[in-house]
T-cell receptor
Framework: GDSVTQMEGPVTLSEEAFLTINCTYT??????LFWYVQYPGEGLQLLLK?????DKGSNKGFEATYRKETTSFHLEKGSVQVSDSAVYFC???????????????FGKGTKLSVKP | NAGVTQTPKFQVLKTGQSMTLQCAQD?????MSWYRQDPGMGLRLIHY???????DQGEVPNGYNVSRSTTEDFPLRLLSAAPSQTSVYFC?????????????FGEGSWLTVV
């Protein structure tokens, strides 16, 4: 079945460092891909998304490009801030396969801690 | 905008007790779902609904019941709580089933079963 694999954390970076969180997926159809962020004690918020190959999602300085050839959707940010400390989840939703119900399949999450 | 509202935010139950987690959305979304979040497991789908009167099972449905009598509400019922159901529960909704539509999450309900 469909699945999402993301790099295990925790990831600890200094402020202004470059961030990459790897995410790869397995899907039989044509998934949409998402990054969600969960700040401490809060629910999940959509960070960015891409719905087709070569699309780039971006928000708040974060970017991810839908790479069909490598089945990847890596999250990047050029300069992280302390306020970016959170858990990041990669997810896919594949409704273009018959029988799919549009549910999200999540990776296990990567905890990011940014130190001043 | 209220978005997706979950209650209660925190609950402690004794083994064998029953309870209902409430979820309501004010965006006229057709699609609603319940996930549980456990350490090292990410989020896993419990039940979902594609519209009023229609529900279906997700990945981990055992021990939970749902109903969808209105578009707005999608309660999750634990009939006889077990310690294995200690988790954080998230309700989510989206406009419809189309891939790519943003799914909105509630703030979560922290449940402890002792």
């Amino acid at each position: 079945g469909d699945s999402v694999t993301q790099m295990e954390g925790p990831v600890t970076l200094s402020e202004e460092a470059f961030l990459t969180i790897n995410c790869t997926y397995t899907a039989t159809g044509y998934p949409s891909l998402f990054w969600y962020v969960q700040y401490p004690g809060e629910g999940l918020q959509l960070l960015l998304k891409a719905t087709k190959a070569d699309d780039k999602g971006s928000n708040k300085g974060f970017e991810a490009t839908y790479r069909k050839e490598t089945t990847s959707f890596h999250l990047e940010k050029g300069s992280v801030q302390v306020s970016d400390s959170a858990v990041y989840f990669c997810a896919l939703s594949d409704l273009r396969v018959e029988g799919s119900q549009g549910n999200l399949i999540f990776g296990k999450g990567t905890k990011l801690s940014v130190k001043p | 905008n209220a978005g997706v509202t979950q209650t209660p935010k925190f609950q402690v139950l004794k083994t064998g007790q029953s309870m209902t987690l409430q979820c309501a959305q004010d965006m006229n979304h057709e699609y609603m779902s319940w996930y549980r979040q456990d350490p090292g497991m990410g989020l896993r789908l419990i039940h979902y609904s594609v519209g009023a009167g229609i529900t279906d099972q997700g990945e981990v449905p055992n021990g939970y019941n749902v109903s969808r009598s209105t578009t707005e509400d999608f309660p999750l019922r634990l009939l006889s709580a077990a310690p294995s159901q200690t988790s954080v529960y998230f309700c989510a909704s989206s406009r419809d089933r189309l891939s790519g539509n943003t799914i909105y999450f509630g703030e979560g309900s922290w449940l402890t079963v002792v």
